[in-house]
């Protein structure tokens, strides 16, 4: 069974930082393509950064420069770096592993999901 725990999220003014944290038992996140996932009230569910396998990354371009994905192996636990936050990346934050990598697009039909963890951002 897939349990993926999100954590670190808060309420933080423009220009801070916050470092989200996604704990995961039942799969290894080295052998699985990990994203981070951000959704806003009356918004869609997007993709924000992306691990492969081999530590290679994604970023949306509206997050790039500005926050990193990276994960521990021995803890087995996903991270995302969020520095210079903007009000506009107020949302709900998941993690989720990316069947076969394909991609960020549809994430409704990936098959795994945390609660998520909320961060707001004030201006």
């Known amino acids: 069974q897939v349990t993926l725990v999100e954590s670190g999220g808060g309420s933080v003014q423009a220009g801070g930082s916050l470092r989200l944290s996604c704990a995961a038992s039942?799969?290894?996140?080295?052998?699985?393509?990990m994203g981070w996932f951000r959704q806003a009230p009356g918004k869609e569910r997007e993709g924000v950064a992306v691990i492969d396998r081999d530590g290679s990354t994604w970023y949306a371009d509206s997050v790039k420069g500005r926050f990193t994905i990276s994960r521990d192996n021995a803890k087995n636990t996903l991270y995302l770096q969020m520095n210079s936050l903007k009000p506009e990346d107020t949302a709900m934050y998941y993690c989720?592993?990316?069947?076969?990598?394909?991609?960020?697009?549809?994430?409704?039909?990936?098959?795994?999901w945390g609660q998520g963890t909320q961060v707001t951002v004030s201006s």
């Open positions: 039942g799969l290894a996140l080295s052998r699985n393509c």
């Open positions: 989720a592993p990316i069947p076969y990598c394909r991609g960020v697009d549809a994430p409704e039909n990936f098959p795994y």
